[in-house]
C-alpha cells in the first residue's frame, strides 16, 4: 500500500491523499460502507459501485470466521471472489465484537474466548490468529487485534487494557511480517490507537504506534458512548502525533457532522452501519437534513428524495412513494433508503475533497454541519 498527501487546507487540519492498494486506488477523505458479513446490507455490489461510488468497504474478522467460515473463503478465493467486489477490502480485527459481545467473552494474556452468537460453540482468538484469518480473508488493510475499553471506565483499566493491547499489536506485527498474502497481492496492517478519554494515555498509545512505522494508523475506542466533544479531543490530540505521510482511519464514526469535524481535525478515513442501519428505519440522511420516512408529512409529497444529491435513486423516487414502501412494509423501503445514504455519505465526503482542493472547506464545513443534522 502507498498513500500519498496531495495536499491539506489552509484553515484547518484537512487532507487531502490517495491510497493505493492492489484492487485500487483510494481517494481521501473517504466513507467506507460496512458489509460485516460479506454484504453491504439491503445493496448489491453492482450498486456500490455505479450508483454510490464507493472506493473501499468492510468486512468483520469476527463475523467471516464464523460464518461462511475460512475454509469456504479460502476455496472462492478470499472475500474478493467471494463476493465479485473487486475494490479495496478492509477488515476489522474483531476487537469490536470483544467489547460489544462482554456478557459471552473472557479476555485473558493470551487473547479471547467467546461463544459463538450463531450457535453457542466456543472459539479463542489471539493476535497470531487473527492475522492468519485476516490473511486468508484476503482483505486489502487489515487491523491489529485490540481490546476496545468501555465508556465509561476508570483509569487503571484503561491503562491495564492499553497496556495489553500495546502486547498484542506487537504479536499481530511479529506474526503478519512472518507471513504472506495468500491470493498473490500484498495486504497492509494498522495498528489501531486506544486509551479511553484519557490524555495521557491516548498520547502514549499514539507515539507508541507512530514509532513503529506502519503503512497506516487507525484510532479506535472512540463512538462508544463518551460525549461529543471527548471524541474530538482525543482525535485531535491523536492526529497531531500520528504521522502525516500515512492515513489516518477513525474506526466507527459516525453522523455527518462528525466526520466532517474530524476530516477538520486530519482524519482520513471513516466507517459507521449508521447510514444502513438508520436507513432499515426509515431516516433518511439528505442535503438539507434528516428525513423520518414514516411521518406523515411525507405522504403528499411528490418530489424527489433529494434533488441537491444526484445519483438515480435520489432523484428518481418521492418521498410520498417512499413513505408508502415503508407504510407498507416493503422491502424495495429499505433498499432505496440504504442506497440514498450511502450515495449521501460518499457526496459528502467528495465535496470535502473538492472544497479542500479549493481551499473553502472551513467555511463550508462550519455551514453544512448544522445544516445536516436539522430535523426536517
Known amino acids: 500500500m502507498k ?3 496531495v495536499g491539506t487546507d489552509l484553515h484547518s487540519k484537512a487532507r ?10 483510494i481517494e481521501t477523505p473517504i466513507f467506507m460502507p460496512v458489509g460485516t458479513v460479506g454484504t453491504v446490507k439491503a445493496v448489491q455490489q453492482r450498486e456500490l459501485q455505479t450508483d454510490i461510488d464507493a472506493q473501499i ?35 476489522d480485527s474483531g476487537g469490536y465484537q ?15 474466548t467467546f461463544r459463538s452468537h450463531i450457535d453457542g460453540s466456543k ?8 492475522m492468519d484469518i485476516q490473511r486468508s480473508i484476503g482483505a486489502d488493510i487489515i487491523m491489529a487485534f485490540d481490546e476496545c475499553p468501555p465508556y465509561p471506565c476508570d483509569f487503571r483499566y484503561a491503562r491495564e487494557s492499553l497496556d495489553m493491547t500495546h502486547r498484542w499489536l506487537k504479536r499481530c506485527c511479529d ?18 490507537v486506544q486509551g479511553g478519554v484519557y ?8 507515539e507508541t504506534i507512530a514509532a513503529l512505522g506502519r503503512e497506516g494508523n487507525a484510532i479506535g475506542g472512540l463512538s462508544v458512548g463518551e460525549p461529543t466533544e471527548q471524541m474530538y479531543e482525543m482525535t485531535e490530540l491523536v492526529c497531531d502525533i500520528l504521522p502525516t505521510d500515512k492515513p489516518r482511519y477513525l474506526m466507527g464514526v459516525g453522523t455527518p457532522a462528525n466526520i466532517l469535524e474530524a476530516i477538520a481535525l486530519g482524519v482520513d478515513m471513516f466507517d459507521c452501519v449508521m447510514p444502513t442501519r438508520n436507513a432499515r428505519n426509515g431516516m433518511l440522511f439528505t442535503t438539507q437534513g434528516i428525513m423520518n420516512m414514516r411521518n406523515e408529512k411525507w405522504k403528499n409529497d411528490f418530489t424527489p428524495l433529494d434533488e441537491g444529491l444526484g445519483g438515480h435513486v435520489s432523484t428518481t423516487y418521492s418521498r410520498a412513494y417512499v413513505r408508502h414502501l415503508f407504510a407498507s412494509k416493503e422491502m424495495l423501503g429499505p433498499q432505496i433508503a440504504s442506497i440514498h445514504n450511502l450515495t449521501f455519505y460518499l457526496w459528502l465526503v467528495r465535496e470535502a475533497r473538492r472544497h479542500i482542493q479549493e481551499g473553502t472547506f472551513l467555511a463550508w464545513k462550519n455551514q453544512m454541519v448544522e445544516q445536516l443534522m436539522r430535523r426536517l
Open 199 to 206: 490524555p495521557e494515555l491516548r498520547r502514549h498509545s499514539a
Open 98 to 112: 470483544v467489547y460489544s459481545l462482554a456478557g459471552t467473552r473472557k479476555i485473558k494474556e493470551e487473547g479471547v
Open 57 to 91: 468497504i468492510l468486512g468483520n474478522t469476527y463475523h467471516l470466521f464464523l460464518r461462511p467460515g475460512l475454509p469456504i473463503l479460502e476455496k472462492a478465493g478470499g472475500l474478493h471472489r467471494f463476493m465479485n467486489w473487486n475494490g479495496p477490502i478492509l477488515t
Open 175 to 192: 506474526r503478519f511480517d512472518t507471513t504472506s498474502g495468500r491470493y498473490g497481492y500484498e495486504q497492509t496492517l494498522f495498528p489501531i
Open 123 to 130: 472459539h479463542t482468538f489471539t493476535p497470531e490468529g487473527v
Open 16 to 25: 487531502l491523499g490517495q491510497v493505493e492498494t492492489a484492487h485500487g486506488t
Open 3 to 5: 498513500f500519498t498527501l
